[in-house]
């Protein structure tokens, strides 16, 4: 499983060069664009050497990469871009090849999910909400989106999930009831245009249409973890108190100029405790 750059053909190993230049197939998600890219670093393969293994054909073509590794064939499966078997085809392979009794090797390299987590500050330190959740692409249905949404709205740790240009004002607009929560979005990673930015769930529309080329290229989009105000006693205790008696908003009001304790943090916090309570 070999790794290949997101953008920047520069972002190559020198163990992914060698592996494409011994391997007998290059299984991969297109030819076309695996045989450009192969000829980007002069690796020479026929047309016969490539075989197309993508989400339409992965059962029946696992099976081919199966036989040809009994036939004692070296193959190296890449997707269009990054690691692959994460969000993209490639995780049907290697349950065929490991039921069949053979080895499936990483070919660690680019990743468009930990290039953007490592400069967007998103991940927690904390021993009880720390990590990350990786989500991938959210449901294409509005009602089904909202849905799943509303879920990761109480998820402590950052989500990371992935979107498609023609799709990233839809989820900018869903994201909005997130309100401050912040949100990193990162696009065309590694190439020119590269941009990354961090703005409240309910700027990032307005943000988008600020200028046409923001919406354009592949997007990984963070949700910042969902601040949860210190347990220093008194401010919790506070919140509590307030929140058996008075709606959500005034409580949260109150508590933060009794305690001075961040309002936005002890909204979060309590729309995690009254989420929690309704799960």
């Known amino acids: 499983m070999v790794a290949t750059p997101i953008g920047n053909l520069a972002d190559i190993t020198l163990r992914a060069l060698h592996v494409l230049q ?16 192969l000829r980007a670093y002069g690796v020479d393969k026929n047309t016969s050497q490539l075989l197309a293994v ?21 193959v190296a499966y890449v997707s269009d871009a990054g690691t692959p078997g994460v ?3 490639g995780a049907r392979l290697v349950a065929a090849v490991q039921a069949a009794g053979l ?20 991940v927690a330190h904390s021993a009880e909400h720390g990590g990350f959740v990786f ?29 498609a240009p023609h799709r990233i004002g839809e989820l900018a607009q869903a994201l909005a ?15 020119q245009f590269e941009e990354v930015v961090t703005q409240p769930a309910q700027a990032l529309t307005a943000w988008l249409e600020g200028a046409p080329q923001r919406s354009r290229g592949e997007f990984v989009v963070l949700l910042h973890p969902v601040p949860v105000a210190a347990d220093d006693g008194e401010s919790l205790r506070v919140l509590r108190l307030l929140l058996a008696e008075l709606p959500l908003k005034t ?29």
């Open 54 to 74: 993508h989400q339409h054909n992965e059962v029946e073509a696992a099976q081919n990469v199966v036989q040809r590794l009994q036939q004692g064939q070296r």
């Open 177 to 191: 009831v997130l309100g401050e929560r912040p949100v990193t979005l990162a696009r065309e990673l590694t190439k």
């Open 251 to 279: 409580a949260v009001r109150l508590a933060a100029e009794i305690t001075g304790t961040s309002r936005n943090v002890l909204y979060d916090t309590a729309l995690t405790w009254k989420k929690s309570e309704e799960g």
């Open 22 to 37: 011994m391997a007998d197939t290059v299984a991969c998600e297109d030819t076309r664009h695996t045989q450009s890219l």
């Open 103 to 122: 080895r499936a090797l990483p070919l660690p390299g680019a990743s468009s999910i930990t290039t953007a987590l490592s400069v967007a500050g998103a």
């Open 135 to 163: 989500v991938g692409f959210l449901p294409v249905k509005n009602a089904e989106r909202a849905s799943t949404i509303a879920q990761l709205a109480s998820e402590p740790r950052c989500v990371v999930l992935l979107e």
């Open 87 to 89: 969000s993209d085809p």
